[in-house]
């Protein structure tokens, strides 16, 4: 098996890190593509890195695809929230001494 090397391989996944999509917010187990309920209301989503976040929401399928797919001149008007940033870990590892 050949390995990628993990650097190409965080390079990939962090080329994935904001990207949204469109969830359509119906009650049940009914159909849930967009084609299907164009006048649904939409939850966008984005991703972290780790998994789907609330970013907003739309009022149907036009206002969502406005919001994921904009126009070189037009600029989102929803403002991406900033993830906190990591803490020390408290977790239990061994350290690398000098030498080892």
């Known amino acids: 098996m050949d390995d990628e090397p993990l650097s190409e391989w965080a390079e990939r996944r962090a080329a994935k890190i904001g990207r949204l999509r469109a969830v359509p917010l119906v009650s049940g ?30 009022a149907n399928l036009a206002e969502a695809q406005r919001l994921l797919h904009p126009r070189a001149e037009e600029q989102p008007t929803m403002a991406a929230p900033q993830p906190p940033p990591l803490r020390a870990g408290r977790g239990r590892h061994r350290k690398l001494r000098p030498g080892e």
């Open 29 to 58: 187990d009914g159909p849930k593509a967009s084609h299907l309920n164009p006048d649904a209301p939409r939850a966008i989503q984005r991703w972290n890195g780790y998994t789907w976040e609330p970013y907003g929401t739309a």
